[in-house]
């Protein structure tokens, strides 16, 4: 194998014919959510003149548009300014735009989804591919264009497709394309639509329920509800009893037990735990999840709302959002999107503020079927079906292309392997109309505008906070949320249902087709409150079962950030000052993790008359602690790797025996909650685990752990070094800067398989707006852009956001007739 050093910019990189992606195999973009891979592609070319010339220059570039004239202004942060007499010429810039700083990550995004990634990668990435072919991502987004390409969004969706074709045409493409030797295909509407699916399965794609329905055949289900509880127990829901819903609006108070039969696991029809293990790879990753939070002028110093939000997802090289400008006749809107997607998604216009939060509800059921011996044939409510069949071809790099065959039911896709199957229905199957909510988000005048644009919002579920320049709030919770039926009666959807039987079906709903959403949660009654005075979320339970007619959702984040933003509004808003961005800023970058006040066994385990004295010492630092999560701090060190090291020798021992890892381990909540009596110490004393966990922090931290070998503080081992360029090189990934919080801190940060806080934004609507990215808005390695975020978002700081036309002119157009392709 040749390797080569090859110098780029003032730094040398050694690259190898087989030293390029690993997140990929380990299940990042696999899954279809973007996130940092290194590893194994399968091949470069010698850096060329393409790779250089990707670096770009900064000369006013004048340019035709068959849309009409539009010019962009690059700022000081490198955030696009686009100015248009229309809607299409705009987007159109915008495409343009997106595809000169992003392109590598557009196209890897729509290989992965498309199931293509195989084509440019080699065999490595088979496993990606074939699932997610056999999901039919593909032809999901095509139900979409056909749903939306005759409305005014349409247009512009076609539109941005025609920009970014023209800044491939125009070159130069980025320096991976080169280094990977292939030239990207053109762009299409249903590419972006594409981008919708691959943010919808980031956000609510889940295997839980098949993981579950294992682990009871192997545990019963007492033991499974004691360590994967679907409801944990806390009083701070996002709906509270005290705060009630406006007129038309109401929730309605009935039990959850008078419409809803209790979980069961169903039958699996011999699917192994190896092979529910292997869907886990394509599900959305852990701890994905966001905080947000509305306050109204009643309660704030200028006397405006101010809307706060920062969605905790993978953190990578690029960003995964990139932010953009947008001023139109229609429209002026800031703030940013996914690349591939034109509109921005959260953000601000002219009269209002708006961010999402995930609300976690369950909109994803699986099937299993009485199947004939040949396997041709399924039985369906008393009758034999002949599966649909289609045989795919996945092209591959270097070795012989694949062709597998795709079956699916009335239900959805079957994915199967070696003749075990289960049948997904997933409502991101069916065509949805996101993006034209989102397009409609940017026109909205005001909250009942963008309230009736919701509507439209069909997936992902969740929790829009919004607040406009006339000092209304709202909260919403949006998507379509199915109602499950079996024999004519609701029931909860936390079960493997029996597809043969009809059990669990959804009323309206057409995989791949066009659906009429009739056996779903009316939007009326989705949980929502218009002007609340004050409200926060952080995926924590939505409202409290009892006041809720539907099945919502099994599981919910276990409230400790939940609760976290509650106690901080609350002390604010009832005996402190008005609340100022300075305080939102405050809680966005708050560091106190309320799992250390769960492990209030911990201290006294380290400082009882067994422990040694080296045990004891820690044990009077943490007792001296105040359970901050500050880079500075020993304690905070000592904590984090006492909490893995804990996880570990709790949890290892049940389940090393069925072959299961760290995928299956139940959350911090079962884990830190769980007492003396539990299950989990049938055999063992919980103070004994407690020091013996310690005692393998200390040794890790001595040197033998990845993360924390020889940290003296917490910032030793929690930075940005972590974050890596997509090919693993360490010269293009993100400098190493240390900052604080963790993964249930509201300052958030998980450096295994990075992930926290991955845009942070205050806005006062019609006011002033600051925010700040996690590294630069630029994908170009050779641009000053490329990371001139991080530090500043690394020590907590931000910039301005405002809507006003400013920086450098790069790229003017001007009206010169023609069109793009649809596909």
């Known amino acids: 194998m040749d390797s080569r050093d090859t110098p780029i910019g003032n730094r040398s990189i050694s690259l190898s014919r087989r030293d390029l992606v690993s997140a990929i195999l380990a299940g990042g973009l696999a899954g279809g959510v973007l996130s940092p891979v290194s590893g194994y592609l399968r091949g470069f070319a010698p850096l060329s003149g393409t790779v250089w010339g990707a670096a770009g220059d900064d ?20 955030v696009p300014h686009v100015d248009a007499g229309s809607e299409p010429a705009a987007y159109y810039a915008v495409g343009y735009t997106q595809a000169a700083d992003r392109l590598f990550q557009l196209d890897l995004q729509r290989r992965v989804m498309r199931g293509r990634l195989s084509e440019v990668v080699g065999p ?17 987004a095509r139900a979409n264009w056909t749903r939306l390409r005759d409305e ?68 019963g289900p007492d033991v499974v509800e004691e360590l994967y509880p679907s409801r944990i127990p806390h009083d701070a829901p996002i709906l509270r009893a005290e705060g009630g819903s406006s007129p038309g609006r109401t929730v309605v108070s009935r039990s959850a037990d008078a419409t809803t039969v209790g979980r069961s696991s169903g039958a699996l029809s011999g699917l192994s735990i190896g092979e529910v293990s292997r869907l886990s790879r394509f599900e959305s990753p852990p701890g994905v999840g966001s905080n947000s939070w509305v306050v109204s002028g009643d309660h704030t110093d200028s006397g405006q709302p ?21 001023e139109t006749p229609d429209a002026s809107v800031r703030g940013v999107t996914f690349p591939g997607v034109p509109f921005v998604i959260i953000g601000a216009n002219h009269a209002g503020a708006w961010g999402f939060t995930n609300a976690g509800a369950d909109v994803i059921d699986f099937y299993t079927y009485e199947v004939d011996d040949d396997g041709d044939r399924y039985r369906y409510r008393g009758v034999w079906r002949e599966f649909d069949r289609k045989r795919r071809q996945i092209p591959v790099d270097g070795d012989q292309d694949r062709t597998i065959e795709v079956k699916r039911t009335v239900h959805g ?29 940017a026109r909205s005048d005001g909250l009942e505008e963008f309230l009736e644009a919701t509507r439209r919002f069909d997936l992902p579920t969740q929790c829009l906070v919004y607040a406009d320049r006339d000092g209304r709030t709202l909260f919403q919770v949006t998507g379509k949320v199915p109602i499950r039926r079996t024999d004519g009666e609701p029931v909860r959807g936390d079960r493997v249902f029996d597809g043969s039987a009809g059990e669990g079906e959804w009323d309206g709903f057409e995989p791949y087709g066009q659906p009429t959403w009739d056996g779903f949660v009316p939007f ?11 409200l926060g979320t952080a995926n924590q339970r939505v409202i409290d079962d009892d006041r809720y007619p539907h099945y919502f959702a099994a599981s919910y984040a276990d409230g400790y950030r939940g609760r976290r933003v509650w106690d901080l509004l609350d002390e604010r808003v009832e005996g402190g000052p008005p609340v100022d961005r300075e305080f939102l800023r405050s809680m966005q970058l708050d560091v106190r993790d309320y799992r250390f006040d769960d492990a209030d066994f911990l201290v006294p385990a380290l400082t009882d008359a067994e422990a040694p004295d080296r045990l004891e010492n820690v044990g009077e630092t943490l007792f001296e602690w105040d359970g901050r999560m500050d880079r500075d701090s020993r304690g905070a060190l000592l904590f984090a790797a006492w909490v893995d090291a804990y996880r570990e020798v709790v949890f290892e021992p049940l389940f090393s025996d069925l072959d299961l890892g760290e995928a299956y381990y139940p959350g911090d909540w079962t884990l830190l909650n769980a007492g003396p009596e539990s299950t989990l110490f049938e055999e063992r004393e919980r103070a004994e685990l407690a ?4 005692e393998r922090a200390l040794e890790g931290i001595d040197g033998d752990s990845p993360r924390f070998e020889g940290a003296d503080r917490y910032g030793d081992a929690t930075h940005t070094g972590v974050l890596e360029h997509p090919f693993g090189v360490g010269a293009l990934g993100y400098p190493r800067y240390e900052t604080d919080g963790s993964p249930r ?66 790229f003017r157009f001007t009206k010169d007739g023609g069109g793009g392709d649809d596909e």
């Open 59 to 78: 000369r006013i570039r004048s340019l035709s548009s068959p849309y009409g004239a539009a010019t962009v202004r690059f700022d000081e942060e490198g």
């Open 124 to 140: 490595d990435t088979l496993e990606s591919d074939k699932f997610n072919v056999r999901m039919g991502y593909l032809d999901a």
């Open 152 to 219: 005014p969004v349409g247009e512009a969706v076609a539109a941005f497709a025609d920009g970014v074709n023209a800044r491939i045409d125009d070159g130069p493409l980025p320096m991976e394309f080169g280094l990977l030797d292939y030239e990207p295909d053109p762009w299409t509407p249903v590419d972006t639509m594409l981008m919708e699916k691959q943010i919808s399965w980031g956000l609510t794609g889940s295997f839980r329920t098949l993981r579950l329905a294992l682990l009871e055949d192997q545990f």
């Open 306 to 326: 101010i809307v706060a939000n920062d969605p905790h997802l993978d953190l990578s090289v690029p960003p995964l959002w990139y932010e953009q400008h947008v």
């Open 413 to 441: 896709p079957m994915i199967d392997r070696e003749g075990r199957s289960v049948a997904v229905a997933w409502t991101g199957l069916a065509a949805t109309r996101t993006t034209m909510a989102v397009f409609e988000y």
């Open 524 to 534: 009326e009654e989705m949980p929502a409150e218009i002007d609340p005075p004050y």
């Open 691 to 694: 020091r013996e966990a310690m």
């Open 745 to 810: 801190t509201l300052m958030n940060f998980r450096p295994a398989r990075p992930a926290g806080s991955s845009w942070r934004m205050l806005c006062e609507p019609g006011g002033d707006c600051e925010a700040i990215l996690p590294g630069g808005n630029s994908g170009n390695y050779f641009s000053p852009h490329y990371d001139d975020q991080l530090r500043r978002w690394a020590d907590g700081e931000y910039k301005s956001m405002d809507r006003e036309l400013q920086g450098d002119l790069r």
